[in-house]
């Protein structure tokens, strides 16, 4: 990934496991990934395991990083990338 850190990245951290598409609030991974319209590097708070309810729309700004992080993502939707 090039240039996706530094001066005017949002950096973003998950506190809450929940998911709705549709109204995501603020501490979602659906929030992070789909509501910040700048880069965004996306970090997690503890270990979690996060069910999406619909897909995951990420755009190629964002970073999803879990590292120092257990995650685990039940992808029955699963996650999309948009250019």
Not at 10 to 27: F, I, N, Q, R, W
Request: proline share 4%.
């Amino acid at each position: 990934m090039t240039n996706s850190t530094g001066k005017g990245t949002v950096e973003y951290v998950v506190t809450d496991l929940s998911d709705d598409a549709l109204k995501p609030k603020p501490g979602t991974l659906q929030y992070g990934a789909s509501l910040i319209k700048e880069k965004v590097w996306i970090t997690f708070s503890r270990d979690m395991k996060i069910r999406l309810q619909k897909p995951l729309l990420v755009s190629s700004f964002n970073a999803i990083d879990g590292w120092g992080s257990h995650m685990r993502w039940s992808l029955s939707c699963g996650l999309q990338g948009a250019i």
